[in-house]
């Protein structure tokens, strides 16, 4: 049944008459013998009609008419008039019935009561009046349990929150455990925050889950509140979560409140960054594909590769964590982590390599260069040139791993891999010879002087010609003509890397049309016919971890 619509046909003459507020309507009716508790649908009588109207006269005519007898009488939902005067502001109203001794604590169905209602609505005066009358200022009300001051300062009432603070419980906390500061931190209450703490509360009270106020305000955003709390004493080094030691710096990074997160890195403990038993902020901006967040946290110096957190969050690094999840919301949170220097490990290769895609793959090969053997130094690492970033010795030998291991998607990452400037005999193993599609293994033999090949090699082609599993294009099976021999030698002398990826060719002292020539252009790629396999890749991913093989082709 519908206890908030009223229909018409359900309401006493004297109940119509007090709702307009017509006292001698009302005093005529009453005279003349009709019934002053006649209800209606929604259990309302005259006295309820009349308080809500918020009229005096009818008020006091039937509480002087019936003795005080219907004064606390309830409505289908608990509402006293009393309830009803004061959650509409009907401050006169409010001040008749109490005299007439109606009950100021009265809980309705759903546990609100006059003093919770007059300050959900904001009527200062009403609640400056039940307090001084004595209603009780903490008991819980809905099914939230909150207090009146949980509720004003949720609304924002700041003169009410003032009443309130000199009789309330300031640590009064619901069913979370959450203060009324820490309401005012979660709704961006400045004022009210202001006031709670020039009156006592605790700026650092941590709910059930140990949320704290500054936590709760960075993830929402509320630069004001983070900056009073934080100029309040609130310790930005608390942990605020059972399972990990989330800090309100990683509220702000995964919901990229820029403001906020720049604040707080300032005074962040960087135990944070890298420290054992911790987890980076810049695993949360990444989960929250907030790369604004992500980029700031790599300009204030966090390390790309943070700690790892394979036990906490089931990921390596945050570079892992973006590359696992295949989505275009992605895509920049992968190329700032690996243009700023992040590891590239065999699991995240495998993200760029195990699929028919070669997004990903073109992503990390426009930030981190493939470099010629010969510039590595003793630890593995290439000296930067120009400001580009290389691949280290034991990245390209750990992307040879998983290319390796992927031949089936060849025709893929292979072209992408060689216009990069991958040198093509870094390719040129038995297993790749053995396994490659005819089409993949003639695009990778056309990049090299196939009749060069060691015997070994060339085995396995007479092997595979012989089963039939491979038909050479028209020429693999001559001697490489001149002009082939001479493109290879020149990008012998170039390097791969200079050839493939820039403009060097066009510095050349030879003819345009040969341009494309020298960058193997003009070799057809080749198409992709295979299905990938139907299991997911995160399958596929665990599959390789348990069976893969370390080939050292470096």
Request: hydrophobic share 40%; proline share 5%.
């Amino acid at each position: 049944m519908d206890f908030s619509e009223c229909y018409g046909d359900t309401v006493s003459s004297v109940a119509a008459a007090a709702r307009s507020g017509c006292r001698k309507a009302v005093r005529r009716l009453m005279k003349r013998g009709f019934c002053v508790d006649g209800r209606d649908n929604r259990g309302w009588n005259a006295l309820h009609e009349a308080a809500a109207a918020g009229s005096r006269g009818c008020v006091l005519e039937i509480v002087s008419a019936a003795g005080g007898a219907y004064v606390n009488s309830l409505t289908h939902e608990g509402e006293s008039a009393c309830y009803l005067a004061a959650q509409r502001g009907h401050l006169a109203v409010v001040r008749l019935l109490l005299r007439a001794h109606a009950d100021i604590n009265q809980l309705t169905n759903d546990l609100s009561c006059p003093l919770y209602a007059a300050v959900d609505a904001g009527h200062r005066e009403v609640v400056e009046l039940l307090v001084g009358k004595g209603a009780e200022v903490d008991r819980t009300h809905t099914a939230s349990c909150w207090t009146c001051l949980h509720q004003a300062v949720h609304k924002g009432h700041e003169d009410i929150v003032r009443i309130l603070v000199d009789v309330c419980n300031l640590e009064a906390l619901d069913d979370h455990k959450i203060s009324p500061l820490f309401v005012a931190a979660q709704y961006g209450q400045r004022e009210c925050l202001e006031i709670l703490v020039n009156a006592g509360a605790n700026v650092s009270s941590q709910a059930a889950d140990l949320a704290t106020p500054l936590l709760i305000a960075s993830q929402e955003g509320h630069r004001a509140c983070v900056d009073f709390l934080l100029d309040h004493g609130a310790d930005p080094d608390l942990a605020c979560s059972h399972e990990w030691p989330q800090l309100p710096i990683h509220a702000a990074a995964e919901f990229g409140h820029i403001g906020v997160l720049r604040r707080l890195i300032a005074v962040t403990h960087r135990a944070c960054d890298r420290g054992d038993g911790a987890v980076s902020p810049l695993y949360l901006a990444v989960h929250g594909r907030q790369s604004h967040s992500v980029e700031m946290l790599l300009r204030e110096g966090y390390s790309p590769d943070a700690q790892d957190c394979s036990h906490v969050l089931g990921v390596r690094s945050p570079l892992s964590l973006a590359l696992s999840t295949s989505t275009d919301t992605y895509r920049e949170p992968v190329g700032l982590l690996v243009a700023a220097g992040a590891r590239l490990s065999e699991e995240d290769w495998m993200y760029a390599l195990a699929t028919d895609k070669t997004d990903l793959l073109q992503l990390i090969l426009e930030h981190r260069l493939i470099p010629r053997p010969e510039t590595l130094t003793r630890d593995g690492s290439v000296p930067k040139h120009h400001g580009e970033t290389f691949l280290k010795l034991q990245e390209l030998r750990e992307l040879l791993c998983v290319a390796l291991n992927q031949v089936h998607f060849a025709a893929r990452w292979l072209p992408v891999l060689l216009k990069a400037g991958l040198d093509p005999s870094l390719l040129l193993q038995p297993h790749m010879l053995e396994q490659a599609d005819g089409e993949v293994l003639n695009y990778l033999l056309e990049f090299v002087n196939w009749s060069n090949l060691s015997p070994p090699l060339k085995c396995i082609l007479d092997r595979r010609r012989a089963e039939k599993t491979w038909e050479p294009g028209p020429h693999l099976g001559s001697i490489p003509r001149l002009s082939h021999v001479c493109r290879l030698q020149v990008r012998s002398v170039l390097g791969p890397d200079l050839l493939m990826r820039t403009s060097v060719v066009q510095q050349l002292p030879v003819p345009a049309p040969l341009h494309a020539f020298l960058q193997f252009r003009d070799i057809p790629e080749a198409s992709y016919t295979h299905s990938p396999p139907s299991s997911p890749l995160s399958n596929r991913m665990q599959r390789y971890r348990r069976t893969h093989q370390h080939r050292h082709v470096l």
